[in-house]
């Protein structure tokens, strides 16, 4: 099973569609989670970092169930420059340290 | 201001060639961190310094060799390479290297070996 596991999609929208993105987990010590995007050949960036009791940013709203060791994400009123990679980003803990582990990304491709 | 500069944004390099990536962050980070993103695959970790000392090498080819002269800067000394080696080189930081940071991303150096 893979550490951090996301549908690769492409998920082809139009604009103004709501679209929501699922991310699974493997280790239940990780305690950080966070959604990056990727535009191509371009560094992450950070869209949001998800907690507990679920947040939102505007048209993004995020939501993390600790017990199923799910994450999601949900884009609502989808823009033509939401097209991009979406990177789930979990923490796995290692000795004393730990390290993001990133899925493999989920691609939005939103559509006139 | 939430930015990490890297330099060079590209380097075409032979496999007997010396080159150093460099990372710099004025944001008071005390983590900073290598990553190695192929075409299409997530960023993979390299190393992470914590407080300037090496916290985690991710069993990474002595052909790469990180170096944190300060708390701002970060180098990869490339050495070596093979052509397998050509990604993209992320460096990125955050604020204490604790589990709940966020990191920031640089740009990346696109790296190619011939």
């Known amino acids: 099973r893979k550490e951090v596991e996301q549908d690769p999609g492409p998920f082809n929208v139009p604009e103004g569609a709501t679209v929501a993105f699922n991310c699974t987990y493997s280790?239940?010590?990780?305690?950080?989670f966070f959604w990056y995007r990727q535009d191509c050949r371009k560094e992450p960036k950070l869209l949001m970092s998800?907690?507990?009791s679920g947040n939102e940013d505007g048209r993004f709203t995020a939501q993390l169930n600790r017990a199923s060791q799910y994450i999601s994400l949900l884009i609502r009123d989808s823009k033509l420059s939401d097209s991009a990679t979406y990177l789930c980003?979990?923490?796995?803990?290692?000795?004393?340290?730990?390290?993001?582990?990133f899925g493999s990304g989920t691609r939005l491709l939103v559509r006139p | 201001d939430t930015e990490v500069t890297q330099t060079p944004k590209h380097l075409v390099m032979g496999m007997t060639n010396k080159k150093s990536l460099k990372c710099e962050q004025h944001?008071?980070?005390?983590?900073m961190y290598w990553y190695k993103q192929k075409a299409k695959k997530p960023p993979e970790l390299m190393f992470v310094?914590?407080?300037?000392?090496?916290?985690i090498n991710e069993s990474v080819p002595s052909r790469f060799s990180p170096e944190c002269p300060n708390s701002s800067l970060l180098n990869l000394h490339l050495h070596a390479l093979q052509p397998e080696d050509s990604a993209l080189y992320l460096c990125?930081?955050?604020?204490?290297?604790?589990?709940?940071?966020?990191?920031?991303f640089g740009p990346g150096t696109r790296l190619t070996v011939l």
């Open positions: 990125a930081s955050s604020p204490s290297g604790v589990r709940t940071d966020t990191q920031y």
């Open positions: 280790n239940s010590a990780s305690q950080s």
């Open positions: 998800v907690y507990s």
């Open positions: 980003v979990v923490n796995f803990p290692m000795d004393s340290s730990y390290k993001l582990i």
């Open positions: 944001m008071g980070h005390r983590a």
């Open positions: 310094y914590s407080y300037e000392k090496l916290s």
